[in-house]
């Protein structure tokens, strides 16, 4: 898979709840985003027909 970095300045606070989050479900933080973003892409997608 070909990647690029995205670079994500967040509040502390949702820093905090995303590494704790990540801890509690035993992934990384970067999964978490991921998955959050591929779910709004296929919205805007299905949005668009």
């Not at 990384?28 to 991921?34: G, H, K, V, W």
């Amino acid at each position: 898979m070909d990647t690029q970095k995205i670079i994500i300045n967040a509040p502390k606070d949702i820093h905090k709840k995303l590494k704790t989050m990540a801890f509690m479900e035993e992934t990384t933080m970067t999964e978490i985003i991921l998955k959050e973003i591929k779910k709004v892409l296929k919205k805007y997608e299905e949005s668009k027909k």
